[in-house]
């Protein structure tokens, strides 16, 4: 959440930097209602005083030897009801301007960070350098990876849809191994590299989707159960997010890495049309997450750290990729700044995104109030939060069907995976 301070003291260059966002933002309503609810305040602190004096005045008059039914008194008395009055109705006014600020600011998206390339749309992202060419099959007759998992008999979409509907799929024998063997070889990559393993509920509240930034701009994309007011989480940084919401923490804490295997859910709404066929946009897929909460001081080393690990897994992989720093355009709505890993995939002649990997700075703490405090030092401060797709695990599979395919249908394990697997081919 943007910080409203800040917001108030540099509002020409909020405004600047979210028109840089695709969408349009007004921050106009925000500063209208924040002086309204000032003025209010300002007003009610004075009434208050006054109050507190009449209180005092009474205290001492009774002291004195006056009578509770002496004029004096009684008029003083008469004006403490009516200021308490005014303070009955002024309060909830105030709390009412409080609550239409806190719901315009949940609204607005992080402001893109200075080194995030300016751009409007996708067509403008900057690719930053590019890996594994040398590992991009020649061979021209590669299946796109749904015909080769229906022909190995591994993946199966129309026995999903039959148990669901579309853009579910089966992971059957050889599919069903492979997805576990990927996902116990990014884990094990990743607390190899220090991330503590976590698996978090696959529900989250309100409260928490709120916090990590989902709701409420995100919430036609999610499942919800409305009878216990829980969701099936989009990613699991929503639930890892929250597991210091309201807390502070200590500077010698910092900082925290954590990784987790979820099930992801979304309902893909805006995206109807696109990907219908394979595993690249289901309503369900498996992820392992990276997530981070560190020192502000730290927070862009740790993202270029993070961006490095999520590298790390595609070239155990051997599998070709590109990286590409998105532009303000688009940018994610809690991010300042994002990396994408981009693999390749041969029957598509592109490549498409594998990995995400953003720095949120302490807009996500500020939703979640999660701050550290500093020995020795007064007050406290929020943390920054970093998250980042250490794989989507659909989508390595997909890779791994069409760059390992062999052209007598076979598909190549990789070298990494086949202790996990305990085969060569599929």
């Not at 979409?157 to 992971?171: C, G, H, N, Y």
């Amino acid at each position: 959440m943007i910080d409203l301070k800040q917001l108030r003291e540099n509002p020409e260059q909020f405004q600047a930097r979210l028109s840089l966002r695709s969408g349009s933002y007004d921050i106009q309503p925000v500063l209208d209602l924040d002086r309204q609810q000032r003025e209010l305040e300002g007003e009610r602190s004075q009434l208050q005083a006054r109050s507190n004096e009449i209180g005092k005045l009474v205290g001492q008059k009774m002291q004195s030897g006056a009578k509770p039914d002496d004029a004096e008194v009684k008029t003083l008395r008469d004006q403490g009801n009516q200021i308490k009055a005014e303070l009955a109705e002024l309060e909830p006014r105030e709390k009412d301007l409080k609550e239409q600020i806190q719901a315009i600011l949940l609204t607005l998206p992080n402001l893109p960070g200075e080194t995030t390339p300016i751009g409007k749309d996708e067509d403008e992202n900057v690719e930053l350098h590019r890996w594994g060419d040398e590992y991009i099959p020649t061979n021209p007759d590669i299946l796109p990876h749904w015909e080769i998992g229906e022909k190995l008999g591994i993946l199966n979409f129309e026995r999903a849809t039959k148990i669901a509907q579309s853009r579910f799929v089966a992971l059957m024998g050889a599919g069903a191994a492979l997805e576990r063997a990927l996902i116990q070889f990014m884990l094990a990559q990743h607390t190899q590299a220090g991330f503590t393993e976590v698996i978090p509920p696959f529900l989250a509240n309100s409260q928490s989707m709120t916090a990590s930034g989902q709701l409420p701009k995100f919430a036609e994309e999610a499942f919800k159960c409305d009878r216990d007011d829980l969701w099936l989480i989009p990613t699991s940084e929503v639930a890892i997010n929250s597991l210091y919401r309201d807390e502070i923490l200590t500077a010698e804490e910092l900082p925290l890495h954590y990784c987790a295997y979820t099930p992801c859910f979304r309902r893909e709404a805006g995206s109807y049309g696109r990907d219908t066929r394979g595993l690249i946009r289901l309503h369900q897929f498996n992820k392992v997450e990276m997530f981070k909460f560190v020192h502000p001081d730290t927070s862009e080393q740790e993202h270029e750290s993070l961006l490095k690990q999520a590298e790390s897994i595609l070239q155990a992989l051997k599998l070709p990729y590109r990286v590409i720093s998105l532009c303000t355009g688009d940018l994610g709505f809690a991010a300042v700044k994002t990396y994408d890993i981009e693999v390749w995939l041969p029957s598509a002649g592109k490549y498409r995104e594998i990995s995400s990997c953003s720095n949120c700075m302490d807009f996500q703490a500020r939703r979640s109030n999660i701050r550290f405090k500093e020995t020795g030092k007064k007050g406290t401060q929020f943390v920054h939060t970093l998250n980042g797709s250490g794989l989507a695990i659909g989508r390595t599979m997909a890779a791994i069907l069409e760059n390992y395919q062999q052209p007598n249908g076979t598909i190549q394990v990789p070298e990494v995976l086949q202790p996990y697997l305990g085969r060569e081919v599929l």
